[in-house]
């Protein structure tokens, strides 16, 4: 059964940025790329962060599926390329369009929909999540960013109300100027959907008469060199003035970026990493060294969550880094366990960051107020109800 119900309308087709799929859809003339696209007016649009197997699905054989949605809600679908991901993430970009704000909401609930019939739920990239649950990320302009936390975070307050979902705006800013954008994360039933969504779409609509917001919604900041800041991050921050709101961990509303958009903190901690990447000897980069070893505390009680369902989640992290990770008693210490990595210098810091993003993620969880209902593989740094 369908857990979320999109009107009905016409037409359309669906493009692919990067032709990353065999020129099906690709922007170099597949065989839908140009369909209907000259004659719809563009009055609305979103962007959406989904992972490459939701890509796939969302695709169909030959694009069939993305076709149906398209001409079924009247809108224009668009994703980046198969190896091409949204600055920071493992996640494509894609983005619907269309003449109004209610095509593009029926647009973008039809997606979700189709996501979630295999498996009755929306991961979004993270680890684990219930069953009809979601971790959605749209992708807005700033100024809609700033206009969803609200005066106070009144909107995101009510956002929350209206759909049983966390949100969280990020505080990093992609791109410059008035094409900068950030990334809302929202995490809970899959059916708030329906109540969060023409909230933002509402805000959105406050900015597309601007000259600019076409220029924005045409543009995919997603790239195969997906280096620089990371635009969904994870880790807990302060509430209003240091307070909690709403039952959840409020985050103060970002600070304004630094030059080129990007938050002066993260640009130091990028080029220490960078400047430190670049300094390792050849031999401790050797994918085949195994000599290098971190260690670290973990709380007994989290250790289940960080490992994920029969080791999945350390599992995925060691594939990926060309690491070992395993858990170890302290003697004499029942409340924590030893998390121990090993591998080559560089995939042993990228383990580690992997795992800690993700034994913080749990640990918010398990808190009071805690976001979202599974754990996450990366860490969230914006504002958060």
Known sequence: PSSLQPHHSVMSGFSNYGGGYGGVFGGGGGKDSGKGRELMPINAAIKLLITPQEATILIGTGGKTSRQIADMTGTQLHLSGRDEFYPGTQMQEASCKGPNTDAVCSGVLAIYNKLAEETGKVSGGDWEVEHGGARVHFVVPTATARALI????????????????????????????????????????????????????????????????????????????????????????????????????????????????????????????????????????????????????CPASCVASVLGTNGSGTREISTATGTSIDVQDIKGNHHEKTIVISGNAVSVIAAYLHVSNRLSAVQEIVSPGGFGGGSRGRGFSGTSL
């Open 150 to 297: 609200g005066a106070g975070g009144q909107t995101i307050r009510m956002m929350r109300m209206n759909s049983g979902m966390k949100v969280h705006v990020e505080e990093i800013a992609i791109g410059q100027g008035e094409m900068a954008e950030q990334v809302v994360s929202l995490a809970g039933p899959l059916t708030g959907l329906q109540g969060a969504l023409p909230i933002i779409l509402e805000k959105l609509s406050e900015v597309t008469s601007h000259a600019w917001f076409k220029g924005w919604a045409f543009n995919c900041m997603a790239s195969n060199v997906n280096k620089g800041q990371a635009a969904v991050s994870h880790k807990g921050g302060k509430g209003e003035k240091g307070s909690k709101d709403s039952g959840g961990s409020g985050w103060d509303v970002p600070p304004a970026p630094g030059p080129g958009g990007k938050g002066d903190w993260h640009t130091t901690n990028m080029e220490i990493l960078d400047n430190a990447v670049h300094s390792i000897p050849e031999n401790l980069a050797d994918p085949m060294d195994m000599s290098q070893t971190i260690q670290f505390p």
